[in-house]
């Protein structure tokens, strides 16, 4: 899907949601570090919500659409993940844009929640903050 954007980005500081049932989560920018809390996110995602997010069945994450997925500049390319608020609690979102280098106002964004937190609004919250961004 492609949407208009803003030209200039708002701050990168990570913030905290409460979500529904009383816990909180962090929503931060992707880190280089973040390679294989991405593969275990993405491992756990049904094939439905494979579906969804890549727009066919992809079963498993070749390495180069791993470092594809994971190696973002942070401006043209922009991702953030959404983490529980407990130490070494998987990723529960992913949700990111691409710019056009030629209209850098102009970008195509994906998002993905893990299926035990989908139909809980995360996904309306990670588009309404990728479309402030």
Do not use: K
């Amino acid at each position: 899907m492609t949407t208009v954007l803003q030209p200039r980005l708002r701050s990168a500081a990570p913030c905290d949601w409460p979500l529904p049932g009383g816990s909180w989560a962090t929503l931060r920018l992707l880190a280089p570090g973040d390679v294989d809390a991405e593969r275990v996110f993405f491992n756990g995602l049904s094939l439905d919500a494979r579906h969804q997010r890549f727009h066919f069945g992809l079963r498993e994450l070749s390495p180069a659409l791993l470092r594809l997925l994971t190696d973002v500049d942070q401006r043209l390319h922009r991702a953030w993940v959404l983490a529980l608020c407990i130490p070494g609690q998987p990723l529960i979102a992913d949700a990111r844009f691409v710019a056009d280098p030629s209209q850098p106002e102009v970008a195509e964004f994906a998002l993905a929640v893990a299926d035990a937190w989908q139909g809980r609004g995360l996904g309306r919250r990670l588009t309404a903050h990728l479309i402030a961004e």
